[in-house]
């Protein structure tokens, strides 16, 4: 009798203890660094809101965030890094609409899924895509250059920063619910396409509201309409298109932050508060204003789970339905 009591108080001590070291674990979660890894070289857009991030988001944790950049394919290779990763709350990405959604489709061979691969963390916000034309275009309203477009078949290009970006997807959606036959030129990033649309080589874009601000305030392209279906913080006066008639139009750049498939649920709900802060902060939200970002107004995990499955379906629908040859 007295050797089984024995033996069951070891093995409750036993418990106790491995309770303890899993409560302890969990309290010191991080005990060091965490890598936030931005699928995108340096300096790009980004790459600078994940650096902002990473570095306000010290105040909220107990140790520090380490950017490393994983940049190639389209944001596969840094994407495909982190669905590697130990689950274990260490390795984050600071992902965005194509690895997150978009690529999915786009790519024949990649060895993640947006949705089963990931532990979504926090719905960072949304970047909108605007509408702007050459002023040679004659065209004041979306209305208008539908008009226009059906009246000269074959006369207009839009200029993307490459296939499957979204300002080549904006157009292909656009497309297909005007029912337009904008012809897509694609260039080598938005530098180049820009380039092309002030110097009326190309009508038009479907370009990033931070690119084109200052080429609509000064007069040099024409805003037509935002491609979400709220208008823009940076260019409020400019209606959305989705208002103009084409109902359902909803197209933008969203960024979202994940961690590998696996994390436990404490440590992710950890993480969220503290990005959840450090995306309250005064700086970080003047920060991302200035650059047109739109703050996501559900910070739960659980909605960017949602969120990203929504939009691989949506852009597996846009691709199939288009005919964009997938990589």
Known sequence: MRKRMSLCLAAACAAMAAFAGQAAAAETFPARPITLVIPYPPGGPTDAMGRTLAAEIAHYLPQPMIVENRAGANGNIGAEY???????????????????????????????????????????????????????VPARTVPELVAYSKSHPGKLAFASSGTGASSHLAGVMFNAIAGTDFLHIPYKGTGPALN????????????????????????????????????????????????????????????????????????????????????????????????????????????????????????????????????
């Open 196 to 327: 092309d649309l002030l110097g009326g080589h190309v009508a038009m874009s479907f370009t990033d509201v931070l690119t084109a601000k200052p080429y609509v305030e000064s007069g040099k392209l024409r805003a037509l309409g935002v491609t979400t279906a709220k208008p823009s913080r940076a260019l409020p006066a400019v209606p959305t298109v989705a208002g103009q008639g084409y109902a359902g139009y909803d197209v933008s750049v969203f960024f979202g932050i994940v961690a590998p498939a696996g994390t436990p649920a404490d440590r992710v709900a950890m993480l969220n508060k503290a990005f959840v802060q450090a995306l309250g902060s005064d700086k970080v939200k003047a920060l991302f204003a200035s650059q047109g970002l739109e703050a996501g107004t559900d910070s739960r995990p659980a909605a960017l789970g949602a969120f990203i499955a929504d939009e691989k379906a949506k852009w597996a629908k846009v691709i199939k339905q288009s005919g964009i040859p997938i990589n």
């Open 82 to 136: 982190v669905a590697r990763a130990a689950a274990d709350g260490y390795t984050l990405m600071f992902g965005t609409s194509g690895p997150l959604a978009i690529n999915a489709s786009l790519y024949s061979e990649i060895s993640y899924d947006p949705v089963k691969s990931f532990a979504p963390v926090i719905y960072v916000g949304y970047l909108p895509n605007i509408l702007v034309v050459n002023p040679s």
